[in-house]
């Protein structure tokens, strides 16, 4: 993936979407601006193929955590914390490829 600003705006749009409990995952955040901003429509889909490498065979964040955490029942403010936090993760991890690559 050639990062750009603008992955990283719209990785922005989606911890939005998240914060404001309009969406609860990242893949369904990332489909609400792909169809409501026909601009974005390649970097929400370098983006989903970006996220699914990160999360291996798990393919959703959720799984990703019962994986991971198999005694650890997780409840939905939780779970939304924890997208909001992995979100920013792969945000700061977009901008320093930016920085390093520009």
């Not at 601006?33 to 193929?49: A, F, G, K, M």
């Not at 699914?52 to 799984?63: E, I, V």
Request: one cysteine or more; charged letters at 25%; hydrophobic letters at 35%.
């Amino acid at each position: 993936m050639n990062i750009t600003k603008e992955h990283i705006k719209v990785l922005n749009k989606v911890k939005k979407l998240i914060q404001s409990e309009k969406e609860f995952y990242i893949c369904h955040a990332l489909e609400n601006i792909r169809e409501n901003n026909p601009q974005y429509e390649t970097i929400c889909s370098d983006l989903v193929n970006w996220v699914d490498r990160q999360l291996g065979p798990c393919m959703a964040y959720g799984s990703w955590l019962i994986r991971s955490y198999p005694w650890h029942k997780f409840d939905d403010y939780q779970e939304r914390q924890g997208r909001i936090a992995w979100i920013e993760h792969m945000i700061k991890l977009l901008e320093y490829e930016l920085r390093v690559n520009t």
